[in-house]
Protein backbone atom coordinates (compact mmCIF):
# COMPACT_ATOMS: atom_id res chain seq x y z
CA UNK A 1 0.00 0.00 0.00
CA UNK A 2 2.80 2.66 0.87
CA UNK A 3 4.67 1.20 -2.43
CA UNK A 4 1.58 2.25 -4.63
CA UNK A 5 1.12 5.63 -2.78
CA UNK A 6 4.64 6.56 -3.36
CA UNK A 7 4.06 5.16 -6.88
CA UNK A 8 1.23 7.72 -7.14
CA UNK A 9 3.13 10.93 -5.70
CA UNK A 10 6.19 9.86 -8.27
CA UNK A 11 3.31 10.17 -11.30
CA UNK A 12 2.19 13.60 -9.77
CA UNK A 13 5.73 14.66 -9.31
CA UNK A 14 6.39 14.20 -12.80
CA UNK A 15 2.98 15.30 -14.18
CA UNK A 16 3.54 18.25 -12.35
CA UNK A 17 6.79 18.61 -14.09
CA UNK A 18 5.71 18.17 -17.34
CA UNK A 19 3.48 21.70 -17.16
CA UNK A 20 5.94 23.17 -15.81
CA UNK A 21 6.61 25.51 -18.57
CA UNK A 22 2.98 25.64 -19.16
CA UNK A 23 2.40 27.09 -15.85
CA UNK A 24 4.89 29.98 -16.05
CA UNK A 25 3.38 30.78 -19.53
CA UNK A 26 0.09 30.66 -17.67
CA UNK A 27 1.06 32.70 -14.63
CA UNK A 28 -1.28 30.43 -12.67
CA UNK A 29 -0.03 28.34 -9.71
CA UNK A 30 -1.24 24.62 -10.36
CA UNK A 31 -2.14 23.28 -7.09
CA UNK A 32 -1.13 19.13 -6.33
CA UNK A 33 -4.33 18.18 -6.44
CA UNK A 34 -4.65 20.13 -9.94
CA UNK A 35 -7.35 22.29 -7.41
CA UNK A 36 -9.84 19.91 -7.83
CA UNK A 37 -10.47 19.24 -4.03
CA UNK A 38 -12.15 21.51 -1.50
CA UNK A 39 -11.99 19.11 1.13
CA UNK A 40 -10.55 15.35 1.68
CA UNK A 41 -12.20 13.09 3.53
CA UNK A 42 -12.52 9.33 3.98
CA UNK A 43 -16.01 7.07 4.39
CA UNK A 44 -14.64 3.07 4.35
CA UNK A 45 -16.41 0.65 2.85
CA UNK A 46 -18.29 -2.38 5.60
CA UNK A 47 -15.85 -5.36 6.12
CA UNK A 48 -16.22 -7.68 3.33
CA UNK A 49 -18.62 -10.45 4.19
CA UNK A 50 -17.16 -14.11 4.59
CA UNK A 51 -16.84 -16.65 2.15
CA UNK A 52 -18.54 -17.78 0.01
CA UNK A 53 -20.42 -14.77 -0.40
CA UNK A 54 -19.28 -12.61 -3.40
CA UNK A 55 -17.34 -9.82 -2.09
CA UNK A 56 -18.62 -5.67 -2.29
CA UNK A 57 -19.19 -5.24 -5.95
CA UNK A 58 -16.95 -1.91 -5.81
CA UNK A 59 -14.03 -3.41 -4.04
CA UNK A 60 -10.74 -1.62 -4.22
CA UNK A 61 -12.17 1.54 -6.01
CA UNK A 62 -12.25 4.82 -4.34
CA UNK A 63 -14.30 8.13 -5.74
CA UNK A 64 -14.84 11.75 -4.72
CA UNK A 65 -18.04 13.82 -5.04
CA UNK A 66 -18.90 17.23 -5.88
CA UNK A 67 -20.12 19.63 -2.91
CA UNK A 68 -23.68 19.13 -3.82
CA UNK A 69 -23.66 15.83 -2.17
CA UNK A 70 -24.46 16.03 1.60
CA UNK A 71 -22.28 14.03 4.13
CA UNK A 72 -23.00 13.83 7.60
CA UNK A 73 -20.93 16.33 9.75
CA UNK A 74 -19.89 18.16 6.45
CA UNK A 75 -21.41 21.62 5.74
CA UNK A 76 -22.54 20.90 1.58
CA UNK A 77 -20.80 24.00 0.33
CA UNK A 78 -23.01 24.70 -3.26
CA UNK A 79 -19.73 26.57 -4.65
CA UNK A 80 -20.19 29.58 -2.96
CA UNK A 81 -18.70 30.17 0.65
CA UNK A 82 -21.65 32.73 1.97
CA UNK A 83 -23.14 29.42 1.07
CA UNK A 84 -20.48 27.64 3.63
CA UNK A 85 -21.55 30.53 5.83
CA UNK A 86 -25.18 30.42 6.31
CA UNK A 87 -26.14 26.71 6.52
CA UNK A 88 -25.54 23.80 8.85
CA UNK A 89 -23.72 20.65 8.59
CA UNK A 90 -25.62 17.43 7.46
CA UNK A 91 -27.04 15.45 9.61
CA UNK A 92 -27.40 12.71 7.18
CA UNK A 93 -25.16 11.32 3.56
CA UNK A 94 -26.65 10.90 0.77
CA UNK A 95 -28.31 7.85 -0.17
CA UNK A 96 -26.30 7.78 -3.31
CA UNK A 97 -22.85 8.21 -1.51
CA UNK A 98 -23.99 5.73 0.93
CA UNK A 99 -24.76 3.11 -1.75
CA UNK A 100 -21.54 3.48 -3.07
CA UNK A 101 -19.74 3.10 0.01
CA UNK A 102 -21.79 0.44 0.85
CA UNK A 103 -21.03 -1.49 -2.25
CA UNK A 104 -17.51 -1.35 -1.42
CA UNK A 105 -15.85 1.81 -2.64
CA UNK A 106 -14.15 4.64 -0.49
CA UNK A 107 -14.89 7.99 -0.76
CA UNK A 108 -11.72 10.37 -0.08
CA UNK A 109 -13.03 13.88 -0.37
CA UNK A 110 -15.55 16.88 -2.07
CA UNK A 111 -14.64 18.39 -5.26
CA UNK A 112 -15.23 21.72 -6.35
CA UNK A 113 -18.19 22.87 -8.34
CA UNK A 114 -19.04 26.42 -10.32
CA UNK A 115 -21.08 28.61 -8.27
CA UNK A 116 -24.28 27.71 -6.95
CA UNK A 117 -23.72 24.68 -9.59
CA UNK A 118 -24.99 26.88 -12.79
CA UNK A 119 -22.53 27.37 -15.23
CA UNK A 120 -20.98 25.03 -17.46
CA UNK A 121 -17.61 26.63 -17.39
CA UNK A 122 -15.77 25.42 -14.49
CA UNK A 123 -14.45 28.66 -13.44
CA UNK A 124 -14.72 29.54 -9.80
CA UNK A 125 -13.23 32.89 -8.21
CA UNK A 126 -13.81 31.97 -4.69
CA UNK A 127 -12.08 28.73 -4.58
CA UNK A 128 -9.68 29.03 -7.83
CA UNK A 129 -10.53 27.28 -11.15
CA UNK A 130 -9.69 23.89 -11.49
CA UNK A 131 -6.65 23.27 -14.16
CA UNK A 132 -7.62 20.76 -16.82
CA UNK A 133 -4.94 18.16 -17.02
CA UNK A 134 -5.87 17.39 -20.67
CA UNK A 135 -5.26 20.82 -21.39
CA UNK A 136 -3.90 23.41 -18.63
CA UNK A 137 -4.74 26.21 -20.61
CA UNK A 138 -8.27 25.32 -21.15
CA UNK A 139 -10.62 25.66 -18.79
CA UNK A 140 -12.11 22.34 -17.22
CA UNK A 141 -15.94 23.02 -17.97
CA UNK A 142 -18.70 22.82 -15.54
CA UNK A 143 -20.70 22.53 -12.91
CA UNK A 144 -18.93 19.35 -11.72
CA UNK A 145 -15.61 20.75 -12.65
CA UNK A 146 -13.77 19.46 -9.72
CA UNK A 147 -15.04 15.42 -10.01
CA UNK A 148 -13.96 15.41 -13.73
CA UNK A 149 -10.24 16.94 -12.98
CA UNK A 150 -9.74 14.15 -9.82
CA UNK A 151 -10.70 11.19 -12.20
CA UNK A 152 -8.75 13.05 -15.78
CA UNK A 153 -5.65 13.41 -13.58
CA UNK A 154 -5.62 9.73 -11.84
CA UNK A 155 -6.54 11.13 -8.14
CA UNK A 156 -9.65 8.81 -8.27
CA UNK A 157 -11.30 5.72 -9.69
CA UNK A 158 -14.44 7.18 -10.46
CA UNK A 159 -16.56 10.82 -9.22
CA UNK A 160 -20.04 12.25 -8.72
CA UNK A 161 -21.49 14.85 -9.95
CA UNK A 162 -24.84 16.23 -10.84
CA UNK A 163 -25.92 17.09 -14.72
CA UNK A 164 -28.54 19.63 -15.09
CA UNK A 165 -27.65 21.26 -18.27
CA UNK A 166 -24.45 19.54 -19.18
CA UNK A 167 -22.70 19.47 -15.55
CA UNK A 168 -21.36 16.04 -16.04
CA UNK A 169 -21.16 15.92 -20.52
CA UNK A 170 -19.20 19.34 -20.56
CA UNK A 171 -16.14 18.76 -18.10
CA UNK A 172 -16.27 15.20 -19.56
CA UNK A 173 -15.61 16.06 -23.00
CA UNK A 174 -13.24 19.09 -21.89
CA UNK A 175 -10.98 17.04 -19.72
CA UNK A 176 -11.25 13.89 -21.60
CA UNK A 177 -12.82 11.33 -19.32
CA UNK A 178 -16.07 9.60 -19.50
CA UNK A 179 -18.99 11.14 -18.29
CA UNK A 180 -22.55 9.60 -17.59
CA UNK A 181 -26.24 11.10 -17.29
CA UNK A 182 -28.75 8.65 -16.18
CA UNK A 183 -32.01 9.02 -17.46
CA UNK A 184 -34.37 11.48 -15.50
CA UNK A 185 -35.47 10.22 -11.83
CA UNK A 186 -33.87 6.79 -12.17
CA UNK A 187 -30.98 7.65 -9.77
CA UNK A 188 -32.73 9.67 -6.09
CA UNK A 189 -31.63 13.14 -5.98
CA UNK A 190 -32.33 13.21 -2.00
CA UNK A 191 -29.37 14.91 0.34
CA UNK A 192 -28.02 16.60 -3.29
CA UNK A 193 -28.78 20.57 -3.48
CA UNK A 194 -31.03 21.28 -6.32
CA UNK A 195 -30.31 23.23 -9.38
CA UNK A 196 -33.46 22.75 -11.10
CA UNK A 197 -35.72 19.77 -9.87
CA UNK A 198 -36.53 18.79 -13.29
CA UNK A 199 -33.67 18.89 -15.07
CA UNK A 200 -31.17 17.50 -12.34
CA UNK A 201 -29.50 14.32 -12.51
CA UNK A 202 -26.89 12.55 -10.31
CA UNK A 203 -23.93 11.67 -13.00
CA UNK A 204 -21.13 9.73 -12.99
CA UNK A 205 -16.94 10.43 -14.48
CA UNK A 206 -14.64 7.57 -14.79
CA UNK A 207 -11.05 7.08 -16.77
CA UNK A 208 -12.71 3.47 -18.27
CA UNK A 209 -15.69 1.69 -19.65
CA UNK A 210 -15.71 -1.26 -17.14
CA UNK A 211 -15.35 1.39 -13.99
CA UNK A 212 -18.27 3.20 -15.38
CA UNK A 213 -20.75 0.03 -16.20
CA UNK A 214 -19.34 -1.54 -12.31
CA UNK A 215 -20.45 1.72 -10.68
CA UNK A 216 -22.93 2.61 -13.09
CA UNK A 217 -24.97 -0.74 -12.02
CA UNK A 218 -25.04 -0.22 -8.41
CA UNK A 219 -26.24 3.18 -8.66
CA UNK A 220 -28.80 2.43 -11.50
CA UNK A 221 -29.70 -0.61 -8.81
CA UNK A 222 -30.82 -3.04 -12.35
CA UNK A 223 -31.18 -6.69 -12.42
CA UNK A 224 -29.34 -8.73 -14.17
CA UNK A 225 -30.27 -9.24 -18.37
CA UNK A 226 -28.72 -10.34 -21.50
CA UNK A 227 -27.09 -7.82 -23.34
CA UNK A 228 -28.21 -6.50 -26.38
CA UNK A 229 -26.47 -5.20 -29.68
CA UNK A 230 -28.03 -1.84 -30.84
CA UNK A 231 -29.91 -2.82 -34.20
CA UNK A 232 -29.91 1.07 -35.47
CA UNK A 233 -27.07 4.08 -34.68
CA UNK A 234 -28.40 6.99 -35.84
CA UNK A 235 -26.15 9.92 -36.59
CA UNK A 236 -27.69 13.57 -35.94
CA UNK A 237 -26.54 15.21 -39.25
CA UNK A 238 -27.45 18.55 -38.30
CA UNK A 239 -25.92 18.37 -34.93
CA UNK A 240 -22.24 17.47 -36.43
CA UNK A 241 -22.99 20.47 -38.68
CA UNK A 242 -22.75 22.56 -35.31
CA UNK A 243 -19.29 21.80 -34.42
CA UNK A 244 -16.66 23.82 -35.00
CA UNK A 245 -13.86 21.41 -35.92
CA UNK A 246 -14.13 19.22 -38.51
CA UNK A 247 -16.70 16.79 -37.80
CA UNK A 248 -15.48 14.01 -40.09
CA UNK A 249 -12.67 13.90 -37.23
CA UNK A 250 -15.85 11.71 -34.96
CA UNK A 251 -18.49 11.06 -37.26
CA UNK A 252 -15.84 8.89 -39.30
CA UNK A 253 -14.93 7.24 -35.96
CA UNK A 254 -17.94 6.26 -35.26
CA UNK A 255 -18.87 5.07 -38.36
CA UNK A 256 -15.73 2.65 -38.74
CA UNK A 257 -16.69 1.30 -35.37
CA UNK A 258 -20.12 0.97 -35.52
CA UNK A 259 -18.98 -1.01 -39.16
CA UNK A 260 -16.88 -3.09 -37.08
CA UNK A 261 -19.07 -4.12 -34.48
CA UNK A 262 -22.72 -4.53 -35.84
CA UNK A 263 -22.07 -4.01 -39.82
CA UNK A 264 -22.71 -0.99 -41.71
CA UNK A 265 -26.43 -1.70 -42.44
CA UNK A 266 -27.04 -0.34 -38.56
CA UNK A 267 -25.55 3.13 -39.63
CA UNK A 268 -28.36 5.45 -40.46
CA UNK A 269 -28.73 9.30 -40.64
CA UNK A 270 -31.06 11.77 -38.85
CA UNK A 271 -32.24 15.72 -39.23
CA UNK A 272 -33.14 15.86 -35.98
CA UNK A 273 -34.27 19.29 -36.47
CA UNK A 274 -36.72 18.74 -39.19
CA UNK A 275 -37.68 15.66 -36.27
CA UNK A 276 -38.16 17.66 -33.46
CA UNK A 277 -40.22 20.07 -35.94
CA UNK A 278 -42.78 17.39 -36.10
CA UNK A 279 -43.06 14.91 -33.35
CA UNK A 280 -42.47 18.36 -30.69
CA UNK A 281 -45.80 20.82 -31.44
CA UNK A 282 -45.37 22.57 -28.32
CA UNK A 283 -42.16 23.78 -29.71
CA UNK A 284 -44.26 25.95 -32.29
CA UNK A 285 -46.39 27.05 -29.27
CA UNK A 286 -43.61 28.53 -27.57
CA UNK A 287 -41.85 29.87 -30.33
CA UNK A 288 -45.61 32.21 -31.00
CA UNK A 289 -45.53 32.78 -27.23
CA UNK A 290 -41.81 33.82 -26.89
CA UNK A 291 -40.24 34.94 -30.29
CA UNK A 292 -41.62 38.66 -31.70
CA UNK A 293 -40.70 38.71 -35.27
CA UNK A 294 -41.20 36.39 -38.61
CA UNK A 295 -37.06 35.24 -38.13
CA UNK A 296 -37.07 31.16 -38.59
CA UNK A 297 -35.68 29.56 -35.47
CA UNK A 298 -34.55 26.04 -35.76
CA UNK A 299 -36.20 23.42 -33.51
CA UNK A 300 -33.02 22.76 -31.60
CA UNK A 301 -32.41 26.28 -30.25
CA UNK A 302 -35.96 26.71 -29.32
CA UNK A 303 -34.98 23.37 -27.34
CA UNK A 304 -32.17 25.28 -26.04
CA UNK A 305 -34.44 28.64 -24.60
CA UNK A 306 -37.11 26.02 -22.75
CA UNK A 307 -34.11 24.27 -21.33
CA UNK A 308 -32.53 27.39 -20.25
CA UNK A 309 -35.79 29.15 -19.16
CA UNK A 310 -36.76 25.84 -17.33
CA UNK A 311 -33.22 26.19 -15.18
CA UNK A 312 -33.45 29.81 -14.45
CA UNK A 313 -37.38 29.81 -13.32
CA UNK A 314 -36.59 26.39 -10.91
CA UNK A 315 -33.43 27.72 -9.44
CA UNK A 316 -35.17 30.97 -8.61
CA UNK A 317 -37.98 29.31 -7.07
CA UNK A 318 -35.84 27.58 -4.61
CA UNK A 319 -32.90 29.82 -4.02
CA UNK A 320 -34.18 32.77 -4.79
CA UNK A 321 -35.34 33.70 -1.30
CA UNK A 322 -31.74 32.57 -0.12
CA UNK A 323 -30.09 35.07 -2.74
CA UNK A 324 -32.33 37.90 -2.11
CA UNK A 325 -31.59 37.48 1.96
CA UNK A 326 -27.85 37.07 1.67
CA UNK A 327 -26.81 39.26 -1.41
CA UNK A 328 -24.23 37.02 -2.32
CA UNK A 329 -21.32 38.24 -4.53
CA UNK A 330 -21.97 36.00 -7.67
CA UNK A 331 -19.81 35.60 -10.98
CA UNK A 332 -21.26 38.96 -13.34
CA UNK A 333 -22.60 36.10 -16.06
CA UNK A 334 -23.94 34.13 -13.53
CA UNK A 335 -25.74 36.89 -11.72
CA UNK A 336 -27.02 38.28 -14.78
CA UNK A 337 -28.63 35.23 -15.70
CA UNK A 338 -30.15 34.74 -12.04
CA UNK A 339 -31.30 38.08 -11.17
CA UNK A 340 -33.17 38.77 -14.96
CA UNK A 341 -36.26 39.36 -14.27
CA UNK A 342 -37.75 35.91 -16.00
CA UNK A 343 -41.63 37.77 -17.76
CA UNK A 344 -43.20 34.15 -18.05
CA UNK A 345 -46.65 33.80 -17.32
CA UNK A 346 -47.96 30.61 -15.93
CA UNK A 347 -48.92 29.31 -19.38
CA UNK A 348 -45.65 29.62 -20.87
CA UNK A 349 -43.97 27.34 -18.00
CA UNK A 350 -46.62 24.86 -19.07
CA UNK A 351 -46.01 24.75 -22.51
CA UNK A 352 -42.01 24.39 -21.30
CA UNK A 353 -43.22 21.33 -19.21
CA UNK A 354 -45.28 20.12 -22.28
CA UNK A 355 -42.07 20.43 -24.38
CA UNK A 356 -40.62 18.26 -21.92
CA UNK A 357 -43.44 15.48 -22.29
CA UNK A 358 -43.46 15.57 -25.94
CA UNK A 359 -39.42 15.12 -26.02
CA UNK A 360 -39.27 12.36 -23.97
CA UNK A 361 -42.01 10.60 -26.19
CA UNK A 362 -39.93 11.72 -29.50
CA UNK A 363 -36.85 10.47 -28.03
CA UNK A 364 -38.20 7.10 -27.05
CA UNK A 365 -40.29 6.49 -30.04
CA UNK A 366 -37.18 7.48 -32.36
CA UNK A 367 -34.50 5.05 -30.39
CA UNK A 368 -37.11 2.42 -29.19
CA UNK A 369 -35.32 -0.18 -27.27
CA UNK A 370 -32.75 -0.51 -29.78
CA UNK A 371 -31.35 2.71 -31.05
CA UNK A 372 -28.43 4.73 -30.25
CA UNK A 373 -28.41 8.68 -31.29
CA UNK A 374 -24.77 9.89 -32.12
CA UNK A 375 -24.34 13.84 -31.52
CA UNK A 376 -21.23 15.88 -30.81
CA UNK A 377 -21.19 16.26 -26.67
CA UNK A 378 -20.13 20.22 -27.75
CA UNK A 379 -19.63 22.32 -30.24
CA UNK A 380 -16.44 24.04 -29.47
CA UNK A 381 -13.11 22.42 -28.42
CA UNK A 382 -12.59 23.77 -24.66
CA UNK A 383 -11.91 27.46 -24.32
CA UNK A 384 -8.90 29.27 -23.34
CA UNK A 385 -8.99 30.18 -19.44
CA UNK A 386 -10.48 33.76 -19.28
CA UNK A 387 -11.23 33.92 -23.16
CA UNK A 388 -14.44 36.01 -23.62
CA UNK A 389 -15.73 32.95 -26.14
CA UNK A 390 -17.84 31.37 -23.66
CA UNK A 391 -20.18 34.09 -23.15
CA UNK A 392 -21.29 34.61 -26.73
CA UNK A 393 -24.18 33.87 -28.59
CA UNK A 394 -22.78 31.54 -31.18
CA UNK A 395 -21.09 29.31 -28.31
CA UNK A 396 -24.02 29.45 -25.76
CA UNK A 397 -26.48 28.71 -28.64
CA UNK A 398 -24.37 25.81 -30.16
CA UNK A 399 -23.57 24.23 -26.97
CA UNK A 400 -27.01 24.56 -25.67
CA UNK A 401 -28.76 23.13 -28.51
CA UNK A 402 -27.06 19.88 -28.12
CA UNK A 403 -26.90 19.58 -24.54
CA UNK A 404 -30.84 20.13 -24.17
CA UNK A 405 -31.61 17.23 -26.35
CA UNK A 406 -31.20 14.44 -23.40
CA UNK A 407 -31.53 17.44 -20.72
CA UNK A 408 -35.09 18.10 -21.89
CA UNK A 409 -36.14 14.39 -22.97
CA UNK A 410 -34.72 12.99 -19.92
CA UNK A 411 -32.85 10.34 -21.80
CA UNK A 412 -29.75 9.12 -20.91
CA UNK A 413 -26.34 10.06 -21.90
CA UNK A 414 -22.80 8.77 -22.08
CA UNK A 415 -19.72 11.34 -23.23
CA UNK A 416 -16.96 9.39 -24.75
CA UNK A 417 -13.14 10.88 -25.49
CA UNK A 418 -11.80 10.05 -28.91
CA UNK A 419 -8.08 11.43 -28.92
CA UNK A 420 -7.15 14.95 -29.10
CA UNK A 421 -7.43 17.42 -32.25
CA UNK A 422 -5.21 20.37 -32.06
CA UNK A 423 -4.21 19.67 -28.49
CA UNK A 424 -7.96 19.56 -27.07
CA UNK A 425 -9.74 16.96 -26.10
CA UNK A 426 -12.71 15.38 -28.42
CA UNK A 427 -15.47 13.54 -27.57
CA UNK A 428 -18.89 12.17 -29.02
CA UNK A 429 -21.99 11.61 -27.07
CA UNK A 430 -24.01 8.69 -27.02
CA UNK A 431 -28.15 8.91 -26.38
CA UNK A 432 -30.27 5.92 -25.22
CA UNK A 433 -34.01 6.27 -24.95
CA UNK A 434 -35.24 7.14 -21.15
CA UNK A 435 -34.52 4.01 -18.87
CA UNK A 436 -32.41 2.35 -21.59
CA UNK A 437 -29.20 3.10 -19.11
CA UNK A 438 -28.40 -0.57 -18.90
CA UNK A 439 -28.20 -1.00 -22.72
CA UNK A 440 -26.68 2.05 -23.10
CA UNK A 441 -23.58 1.11 -21.27
CA UNK A 442 -23.48 -2.32 -22.53
CA UNK A 443 -23.15 -0.70 -25.97
CA UNK A 444 -20.40 1.50 -24.38
CA UNK A 445 -18.65 -1.29 -22.99
CA UNK A 446 -18.59 -3.19 -26.45
CA UNK A 447 -17.38 -0.69 -28.40
CA UNK A 448 -15.12 1.47 -26.57
CA UNK A 449 -11.87 -0.01 -27.50
CA UNK A 450 -12.71 0.09 -31.27
CA UNK A 451 -13.66 4.22 -30.79
CA UNK A 452 -10.01 4.98 -29.43
CA UNK A 453 -8.01 2.48 -31.89
CA UNK A 454 -10.39 4.13 -34.81
CA UNK A 455 -9.72 7.80 -32.71
CA UNK A 456 -5.83 7.30 -33.12
CA UNK A 457 -6.14 6.13 -36.93
CA UNK A 458 -8.67 9.00 -38.17
CA UNK A 459 -6.15 11.53 -36.14
CA UNK A 460 -3.45 10.15 -38.09
CA UNK A 461 -5.01 9.20 -41.30
CA UNK A 462 -3.70 10.83 -44.72
CA UNK A 463 -7.04 10.50 -45.98
CA UNK A 464 -8.04 13.95 -47.87
CA UNK A 465 -10.95 15.97 -46.82
CA UNK A 466 -12.75 15.80 -49.60
CA UNK A 467 -12.01 12.18 -49.71
CA UNK A 468 -13.92 11.79 -46.57
CA UNK A 469 -17.07 14.21 -47.73
CA UNK A 470 -17.62 11.88 -50.73
CA UNK A 471 -17.56 8.98 -48.45
CA UNK A 472 -19.95 10.60 -46.21
CA UNK A 473 -22.21 12.22 -49.67
CA UNK A 474 -22.46 8.29 -50.56
CA UNK A 475 -23.56 7.18 -47.47
CA UNK A 476 -26.61 10.21 -47.62
CA UNK A 477 -27.56 9.31 -51.05
CA UNK A 478 -27.26 5.23 -50.20
CA UNK A 479 -30.19 6.20 -47.38
CA UNK A 480 -32.46 8.00 -49.81
CA UNK A 481 -31.91 4.31 -51.91
CA UNK A 482 -33.18 2.49 -48.70
CA UNK A 483 -36.32 4.30 -48.36
CA UNK A 484 -37.26 4.50 -52.11
CA UNK A 485 -36.64 0.73 -51.83
CA UNK A 486 -38.82 0.34 -48.60
CA UNK A 487 -41.47 2.50 -50.89
CA UNK A 488 -41.02 0.51 -53.63
CA UNK A 489 -39.89 2.62 -56.00
CA UNK A 490 -37.30 0.02 -57.59
CA UNK A 491 -35.89 2.44 -60.43
CA UNK A 492 -35.73 5.51 -57.86
CA UNK A 493 -33.71 3.12 -55.88
CA UNK A 494 -31.73 1.92 -58.01
CA UNK A 495 -30.50 5.34 -59.88
CA UNK A 496 -29.92 6.36 -55.82
CA UNK A 497 -27.53 3.47 -55.17
CA UNK A 498 -25.56 4.00 -58.88
CA UNK A 499 -25.28 7.85 -57.74
CA UNK A 500 -23.80 5.93 -54.29
CA UNK A 501 -21.55 3.34 -55.95
CA UNK A 502 -20.01 6.83 -58.63
CA UNK A 503 -19.08 8.58 -55.08
CA UNK A 504 -17.39 5.11 -53.42
CA UNK A 505 -17.16 2.37 -55.45
CA UNK A 506 -15.27 0.28 -53.21
CA UNK A 507 -18.30 -0.20 -51.00
CA UNK A 508 -20.04 -4.02 -51.55
CA UNK A 509 -23.48 -2.58 -49.52
CA UNK A 510 -23.99 -0.35 -52.46
CA UNK A 511 -23.61 -2.53 -54.77
CA UNK A 512 -25.73 -5.71 -53.37
CA UNK A 513 -28.56 -2.72 -52.63
CA UNK A 514 -28.81 -1.91 -56.10
CA UNK A 515 -29.01 -5.74 -57.50
CA UNK A 516 -32.10 -6.35 -55.01
CA UNK A 517 -33.29 -3.45 -56.56
CA UNK A 518 -32.63 -4.84 -60.27
CA UNK A 519 -33.98 -8.31 -58.78
CA UNK A 520 -37.56 -6.17 -57.46
CA UNK A 521 -37.73 -4.47 -60.94
CA UNK A 522 -37.64 -7.32 -62.78
CA UNK A 523 -40.18 -8.78 -61.35
Known amino acids: MASHAANLWVLLGLGLAGIFLMTKRLKKTIKADFGAFIQKLELLPPPQPAPPKAPHPLTGLNFAVSDVFDIEGYVTGFGHPDWLKTHEPSTRTSPVVLALVEGGATCIGKTVVDELAYSIHGENKHYSTPTNPAAPARISGGSSSGAAVAVAADFVDFSLGIDTLGGIRVPAAFCGVIGFRPSYGVISNTGIIPVSSSLDTVGLFAKDPSTLRRVGLVLLQLPFSVQRNPKQILLADDCFELLKIPKDRISQVVTNSTEKHFGRQVLKHENLEKYFSSKVPSLKEFYSQKINGDSKISSLTLLANVAQILQRYEFKRTHGEWINSEK ?175 LSDNNATYYSNRAAAYLELGR
Not at 345 to 351: A, H, R, V, W
Not at 353 to 367: D, F, G, I, P, S
Not at 374 to 399: C, H, W
Open 328 to 502: PVLDSAISAQINETLDMTDKEIEICKLVRTEMRLAVNNLLKDDGILVIPTTAYPPPKLGSKEIFSDDYQNRSFSLLSIASISGCCQVTLPLGYHDKCPVSVSFIARHGGDRFLLDTVQTVYSSLQEHADTVAKSKLSPNAVKQEHSAEAVKEKGNQAYKDKQWQKAIGFYTEAIK
